[in-house]
């Protein structure tokens, strides 16, 4: 059975730093592309970066580029989101998800597989 499981979430000041885990069970990270996406009450879950199941051109949406980056350890079964300068506007439940297209210059396509979601919330 495939599932993404999200951790790391939290609570943060402006200017500070959170790493999100996602762990892979049911298929192997280099199998599918992966990546996170967020959602604030009442707007649409939007993504924010991605990396192709072949590992190469990541993308970032311009929101989080220079901020945020996503990696991923095929050992541990698992992709990150380092976000650094986190900003208030960066308060949303961040989800992990998995089995859709990554494109390096726009937008994913619509995940198959999504994670519960990890709240994170970053205070003036």
């Known amino acids: 059975q495939v599932q993404v499981t999200e951790s790391g979430g939290g609570l943060v000041q402006a200017g500070g730093s959170l790493r999100l885990v996602c762990t892979a069970s049911?298929?192997?990270?280099?199998?599918?592309?992966m990546g996170w996406f967020r959602q604030v009450p009442g707007k649409d879950r939007e993504g924010i970066s991605c990396?192709?199941?072949?590992?190469?051109?990541?993308w970032y949406s311009s929101s989080v580029t220079g901020r945020f980056t996503i990696s991923r350890d095929r050992a541990e079964n698992t992709i990150y989101l380092q976000m650094n300068n986190l900003e208030p506007d960066d308060t949303a439940i961040y989800y992990c998800?998995?089995?859709?297209?990554?494109?390096?210059?726009?937008?994913?396509?619509?995940?198959?597989?999504w994670g519960q979601g990890t709240q994170v919330t970053v205070s003036s």
């Open positions: 049911g298929f192997t990270v280099d199998g599918y592309s």
């Open positions: 998800a998995a089995d859709f297209t990554c494109y390096s210059r726009h937008a994913p396509s619509t995940p198959n597989y």
């Open positions: 990396i192709p199941w072949s590992g190469g051109n990541r």
